[in-house]
C-alpha cells in the first residue's frame, strides 16, 4: 500500500489554514465578514467600518472608526515619482498588470519593509487600501490622456474613488452602489487569491509584496475576470427578447454551454451578493432608467432558474455587478482593479491572521518524472 498523501488538484477541500475572517454556508447563501450578514453590512455599513471589522474582528467603536476613517483620508496620496512611473506606463497595458506593479512601487516608498513591527504593519495596511483607489484612477486617467487627479480628503473611499476617476462627484445612490460593491467584494474565504496572500506572507515578505502577488493571482480570468464576460454576454444577447432563443442556439451547439456569471463552487442557491448589488442597482437605475442590458439580465436569470435551478445554478456576485459598474460609466477592463480595491482589505486580514504563529507554506508533491538519469555530453547528443 502506497503511503503517498493523496493529491487533490487545485487542493479541493484541502484546509489551507485556520481562519475565523469570513464563513460561507453555500446552502443557506450565507456570507458573513467576522459573524455578521454581508447583506446587513451592505445595508448598515460603509466600506470603512467594514475594513475595520475584518481587519480587527469586531466593529469600531466611533472613535477608533473616526481614526481608522482619518487614516484612510491622509495615505491617499502618491509620491510624486509614482505618478511619473504610472505616465511611462504603455496606455494599452491591462490596468490590473499597472496595479500589480504600481503596489510593489509602492513599497519602495515605505519607510519599513519589516514585518516584526506592528506599527510598521499597521501603517502599510492602511497605506495600501488607501493608495489603492488612488493608482487605479492615475492609471485610468492617464490612459486617456488626462491629468491624475489628487484624491480629496473630504470625501469617503467610495466617492473618492469615484471622484479620481470621473473628477465630478457621485450622486448618493452612486455612491451607495459603488460602496456596497466595496463591502460585498472585500473577503471571500479561501479563494485562489488569498491563499497567494497567505503564502506570500508565509515568507515574511512585506505587505507590499503580499498585496502585489494576490493582485497577479486575481487577474486571471478564472478568477476575477467573470464579471467582465457576463457583461460582454448580455451586450451579445443584445435586449430581453432574444434570451430564449440565444440560449436555444448554444445549447443546441453544446449542451454543457455554462452561461457567464451563472453557478459557484460554494454557493447553490443565489450569491447572496448577486442579491445586494441588484437590490442597490434597482436604486441607482430609479434616478436613470434601466439600461438593456440590466433587462436582458433579469430575463436570462428567469429563462436560466427553469434550466439549471434543478442543479443548484443561478446567478453568482459577476452576473449583476459587471451591469452596474457599466451604467456607471466605468470601463470594462476595470471591474477587476475595483475587485482588487476591495479585496485588499480580506488579503491583508489573511495576512495579519497569518503572521499570528506563521509557518513557512511548504506543501507536499507526487513526483511523477524519471530518477538517475545519465549526463550525455553534448557532443555525444545528436
Ligand atoms: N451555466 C450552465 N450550466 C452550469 C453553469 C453555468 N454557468 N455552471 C454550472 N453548470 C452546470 C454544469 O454544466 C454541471 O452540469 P452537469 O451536472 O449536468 O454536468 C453542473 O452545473 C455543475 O457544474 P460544475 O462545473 O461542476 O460546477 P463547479 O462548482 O465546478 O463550477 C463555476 C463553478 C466554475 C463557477 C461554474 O459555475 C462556471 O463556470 N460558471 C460560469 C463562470 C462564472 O460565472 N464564474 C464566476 C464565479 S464567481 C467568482 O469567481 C467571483
Redesign the pocket.
Known sequence: MSSEPEYRPGLEDVPAAKSAVSFIDGKRARLEYRGIPVEVLARESCFEETSWLLLKGELPTQRQLAEFDHGLRTRRRLHFRLKDLIRCMPADGHPMDALQASVSALGMYAPTRAVNNQAANWDATLKLIAALPTLVAAFSRVRRGEEILDPRSDLDHAANFYYMLFEKEPTTAVRKVLDAALITHAE?TMNASTFTARVTGSSLASPYAVIASAIGTLSGPL?GG?NE??LAQLEQIGGPENVKPWLDAKLAADP??????????VYKVKDPRANVIQELAEHVFAETSRPKNYETALELERVCAGI?GA?G?YP???FYSGVVYHSLGIPTDLFTPIFAISRVVGWLAHWTEQLVGNRIFRPEQVFVGKTDVPYVPLEKRP
Open positions: 471571500h478568477h467573470a464576460e457576463a454543457k454551454f455554462k452561461v457567464m456569471g451563472l453557478g459557484h463552487r439549471y442543479k445554478v453568482n456576485v459577476d
